[in-house]
């Protein structure tokens, strides 16, 4: 009976670490994809405020351009202006694709 008993609580005892341990891993990784998910939405969002903010001052230097046709400073800040466009939607359709890198 005793020997029936100790077998028991072996078996209990072995179960409990196997859950717990599977239990520790498993919201260890849970974790992390949420982190995961959290800073991707966190680059979308920087992504997102990079692209209006540009889109704005796009704006004024196209006005200032009407303005003054013959300003090349402000011909070349909108040529600096349309690669940062273009490479900040390269960053958002990698992340739209999954891919944070």
Not at 14 to 34: P, S
Not at 37 to 61: F, M, P
Not at 70 to 99: C, F, P, V, Y
């Amino acid at each position: 009976m005793i020997r029936i008993l100790k077998l028991a609580a072996a078996v209990m005892a072995a179960l409990g670490t196997i859950i717990g341990g599977a239990y520790a891993v498993e919201k260890h990784y849970a974790t992390q994809i949420q982190l995961a998910v959290v800073s991707e939405d966190l680059q979308q969002h920087k992504i997102s405020g990079a692209l209006y903010e540009n889109r704005r001052e796009t704006w004024q230097y196209q006005d200032r351009l009407k303005a003054h046709p013959n300003d090349n400073t402000a011909a070349e800040r909108l040529r600096q202006l349309e690669w940062e466009k273009q490479q900040l939607e390269l960053q958002q359709q990698k992340i739209n694709k999954g891919g944070t890198k």
